[in-house]
């Protein structure tokens, strides 16, 4: 575990911290007027490695050079040129730190970070993070890589989890759950959706499908998984053979097939490192999913009935209500979607930047 300090007067500003991968949902804007829990599990961090809020850059004014340096491979709108490697947990585990009321943004709910670090080390009032809780924004601090640096707590760093060990817990992310929004005539109001962190990570996925289809067919297994990504699939890339195969692939599975071209693998929690299969499906195409994520498309949580009340006999169970289900076919998240599919390289192909520039009009099919 580790201890984050101000790097110029050693103050701490964390509770002691244990390092996990960054959720593929840091970086979402989800709906408008949403209520968006924490980001990250208290008592853990993660690293950002790609730069986050101002100063900005217009696309034009970077040479296609230096964004592919970057590891940007297509055009965005604009790029941060802020310090990469910001250190991201969750607010209530912020110490020593005093809010800096002009750098509250443009928010209309919250803080969104706009105006750069609004968090000062009360020792010695130096910038030293950014609180972000708006509306539509899941709520973090990012403590400046370039404002403070970590120390090894007690001297003794946990070994993270095996997938054996991470399997065993089954913590799965259910792919429906109620989300609050403001805006009501009654104030707060909520309704049942599509899990932001399941669009989020399917925006993700997507990205890495298109590049592993080599602009033929694509076909994931049916069910939920098909639910997610098969529609998109069938949009964006042309009908007819040839078509490449995805299969789910991950510990406790069976080991997939040599003719098996794509593998939706789970992402491990803690270190960030895709599952990897051995030969012979060694070569196919790893598609990163969250474990959660994973976890409930190789094994989907059935709808429990429960015993009966009211007047029906004890023996008999009921099945109603039926289980609440969105009121929309399943959407990629764009942002996640787009952040991603611009840092793989096989988006210099002419059809994908298509997709690319016609981002627009898919979302008003409802793709995204």
């Known amino acids: 575990m580790f201890v984050f300090v101000c790097a110029r007067c050693d103050a701490e500003l964390t509770v002691p911290l244990s390092q996990v991968s960054l959720p593929a949902h ?66 209530g585990d912020i110490r020593g730190t005093r809010l800096i009321p002009e750098n509250r943004g443009g928010a209309c709910c919250g803080l969104d970070g706009a105006d ?27 403590l400046s890589s370039d404002a403070v640096y970590r120390v090894l707590f007690e001297g003794v760093d946990a070994a993270p989890l095996s997938w054996d060990e991470l399997t ?9 759950e109620p989300i609050a ?40 297994p049916g069910g939920l998984t098909g639910d997610v990504f098969q529609r998109a699939l069938d949009a964006l890339l042309p009908a ?45 195409y790893p598609v990163p999913l969250p474990l959660g994520v994973w976890l409930w498309l190789a094994s989907p949580q059935p709808h429990l009935r429960v015993p009966a009340s009211g007047g029906i006999p004890q023996d008999v169970l009921r099945d109603d209500p039926l289980p609440p289900r969105p009121n929309c076919l399943f959407r990629a998240d764009r942002g996640t979607f787009q952040h ?29």
């Open 116 to 142: 750069g670090p609004n968090l000062a080390c009360v020792a010695c009032g130096q910038p030293v993070a950014t609180r972000i809780d708006d509306c539509s924004l899941w709520q973090a601090v990012r």
């Open 181 to 220: 929004a403001w805006g009501g005539r009654l104030g707060s109001r909520h309704y049942w959706s599509w899990s932001p962190q399941w669009e989020a990570a399917a925006g993700q996925a997507l990205a890495h499908l298109l590049a592993a289809s080599e602009g033929q067919p694509v076909k994931v």
């Open 26 to 91: 840091a970086r979402q804007s989800y709906g408008n007027g949403v209520q968006l829990p924490v980001l990250m599990e208290s008592g853990t961090f993660a690293v950002d490695p790609d730069p986050w809020g101002r100063p900005w850059r217009m696309w034009n004014e970077i040479d296609p050079g230096e964004a592919e340096a970057r590891g940007i491979y297509a055009p965005v709108y604009a790029l941060s040129d802020s310090a990469p490697g910001a250190i991201v947990i969750a607010p």
């Open 240 to 284: 007819g053979p040839p078509m490449r195969r995805a299969v789910l692939a991950g510990p406790g599975r069976p080991a997939p097939d040599a003719g098996v071209d794509i593998l939706l693998v789970p992402v491990h929690p803690q270190t960030g490192q895709t599952w990897t299969p051995a030969s012979p499906a060694a070569s196919a």
């Open 168 to 176: 065993e817990r089954g913590e799965s992310t259910p792919p429906f």
């Open 340 to 368: 991603t599919l611009v840092r793989l390289p096989a988006v210099r192909s002419p059809w994908l930047r298509e997709i690319l520039a016609n981002l627009t009009q898919y979302m008003s099919t409802g793709l995204f």
